[in-house]
C-alpha cells in the first residue's frame, strides 16, 4: 500500500543551525502538507503546496521556514535557525483530490537543543 | 471559523468493551468531511474512518463506527470490542473550507487506554 515517507524519523540539532526535513509524498497526490505537533498540544497546520507553491500558510510559518519540491518526488521543510520552541513532531502528508483525506507521514521528531 | 471540540481529554474501557469518543465542530458550510484519526505511541497519524456529511448513513469501518448527527454538528466515534492495540491518541479533524487546499483542523484529541 502507497505510504508517505519521512526522513529523517529522529533528528537532534543546535538551536540556531538549519534543519531539512524531507517527505516522499504519495506518488500520484497533488497536495502537500506539512503540519506539526508540540509534545502533548494538538496538530498544527504550517503549509500547504501545489503546483510546485504555497498554496496557503498559517502564522506559525514565518521567515524562518521554506519549503520546495526539488525534483517532483521530494517533499522538503527547512527551518533557517531553529530555536528551542521549534521542538516538536512534524508531520508531512499529501492527498490527491479535494475532499479525500490525507494521508500522513509518520513523523519526524525534532528536538532543539 | 470552523472550530472541533473534544470534551473528553482522557477515557479508559476495558478490553473488549464498547466505548464512544465524542466530538463536536462549528461549520457553516453543508457539504463537508469530517475525519477520525489515531496516533499510537509511535506517535505516527493513522486514518480511521472518514464520514461525508451528505451521506445520511454512518460510516462504518470494521469495528469503528460514527455517529454522525448533522444538525447537531456532532460526530463521535465508536468503538467496539476494543482491543489492547486500540490504545492511542483520538483526534477529530475537519477540513477548512475556506482553506484552498483543505487545511485540516484538528480537535485537542482523547487519549483512550484499553486496559486487560
Known amino acids: 500500500e502507497p505510504e508517505v515517507t519521512q526522513t529523517p524519523s529522529h533528528q537532534v540539532t543546535q538551536m540556531g543551525q538549519e534543519v531539512i526535513l524531507r517527505c516522499v509524498p504519495i506518488s500520484n497526490h497533488l497536495y502537500f502538507y506539512w503540519y506539526r505537533q508540540i509534545l502533548g498540544q494538538k496538530v498544527e497546520f504550517l503549509v500547504s503546496f501545489y503546483n510546485n507553491e504555497i498554496s496557503e500558510k498559517s502564522e506559525i510559518f514565518d521567515d524562518q521556514f521554506s519549503v520546495e519540491r526539488p525534483d517532483g518526488s521530494n517533499f522538503t521543510l527547512k527551518i533557517r535557525s531553529t530555536k528551542l520552541e521549534d521542538s516538536a513532531m512534524y508531520f508531512c502528508a499529501s492527498r490527491d483530490r479535494q475532499g479525500t483525506e490525507a494521508f500522513f507521514g509518520q513523523g519526524t521528531r525534532l528536538t532543539v537543543v | 471559523a470552523q472550530t472541533v471540540t473534544q470534551s473528553q481529554p482522557e477515557m479508559s474501557v476495558q478490553e473488549a468493551e464498547t466505548v464512544t469518543l465524542s466530538c463536536t465542530y462549528d461549520?457553516?458550510?453543508?457539504?463537508?468531511?469530517l475525519f477520525w484519526y489515531k496516533q499510537p505511541p509511535s506517535r505516527q497519524m493513522i486514518l480511521v474512518i472518514r464520514?461525508?456529511?451528505?451521506?445520511?448513513q454512518n460510516a462504518t469501518e470494521n469495528r469503528f463506527s460514527v455517529n454522525f448527527q448533522k444538525a447537531a454538528k456532532s460526530f463521535s466515534l465508536k468503538i467496539s470490542d476494543s482491543q489492547l492495540g486500540d490504545t492511542a491518541m483520538y483526534f477529530c479533524?475537519?477540513?477548512?473550507?475556506?482553506?484552498?487546499?483543505?487545511?485540516?483542523?484538528f480537535g485537542r484529541g482523547t487519549q483512550l487506554t484499553v486496559w486487560p
Open positions: 479533524a475537519f477540513p477548512d473550507r475556506g482553506s484552498t487546499l483543505g487545511r485540516l483542523y
Open positions: 464520514q461525508e456529511a451528505y451521506k445520511q
Open positions: 461549520t457553516s458550510e453543508s457539504n463537508y468531511y
